[in-house]
């Protein structure tokens, strides 16, 4: 896993079915976000859960976050071949690191129609 | 909803040459950054921007490297002397109450 580090690298599914994305991470932090890339074009902002928060909800998606075990997950619910892109999460460590953002290799996510 | 813009979308370059990528982040935020996505692979910070200077940088942020915010709006990164591994996506960021906004990118040939 990166610092964060998703699993699995590739995810193909039905869509209609449930995605899950995992992301672990390595050192203390401060945020969480979820991000969506289609194939070489900008990031789009999904989520972000704070390191005091356990879960959220936002639409068809929802992110979980144990600090104990260092890991979220972003539940897509009832996908839809346009949930097609790379999914990545990236963790702050907030004011101290001056809130940068640190990267994991993402999660491609295909939704077969 | 405000945007952070970024220009050109696309740029194509010869080694060695100069490039200056630009980007307008949005005007009440106080952190500015640039990130880089070679292609297939993670997005990496390159450095971030506050209060008018640097105020962290990653070790791809070598000297060919500099970020400017000229005149309170622009911030830019120019790459003083490109190489062929500078190809890649870069983002610009920035950041205001625990709210990132990224731009839409600018894609850096090196040819």
């Known amino acids: 896993s990166q610092q964060g580090e998703e699993d699995p690298q590739a995810l193909s599914i039905q869509e209609g079915e449930n995605a899950t994305m995992n992301c672990s991470y390595k050192?203390?932090?401060?945020?969480l976000q979820w991000y969506r890339q289609n194939s070489g074009r900008g990031l789009v902002h999904l989520i972000l859960?704070?390191?005091n928060e356990r879960e959220k909800h936002s639409g068809r998606l929802r992110v979980t976050l144990d600090t104990s075990k260092k890991s979220s997950s972003l539940l897509i619910t009832a996908s839809r071949a346009a949930d097609t892109a790379s999914y990545f999460c990236a963790t702050d460590a907030g004011r101290d690191s001056n809130y940068q953002l640190i990267w994991g290799a993402g999660t491609k996510l295909i939704i077969k129609p | 909803e405000p945007e952070v813009t970024q220009t050109p979308s696309h740029q194509v370059t010869q080694m060695g040459q100069e490039v200056i990528l630009r980007c307008v982040p949005i005007?009440?935020?106080?952190?500015f950054y640039w990130y880089r996505q070679i292609l297939g692979q993670k997005v990496e910070f390159l450095v971030s921007f506050y209060n008018n200077e640097i105020s962290e940088k990653s070790e791809i942020f070598d000297d060919q490297f500099s970020v400017e915010r000229p005149d309170g709006s622009n911030f830019t990164l120019k790459i003083r002397s490109t190489k062929l591994e500078d190809s890649a996506m870069y983002f610009c960021a920035s950041m205001g109450v625990l709210s990132y906004t990224f731009g839409s990118g600018t894609r850096l040939t090196v040819v």
């Open positions: 050192t203390s932090i401060n945020n």
């Open positions: 005007s009440n935020h106080l952190y």
């Open positions: 859960i704070r390191s």
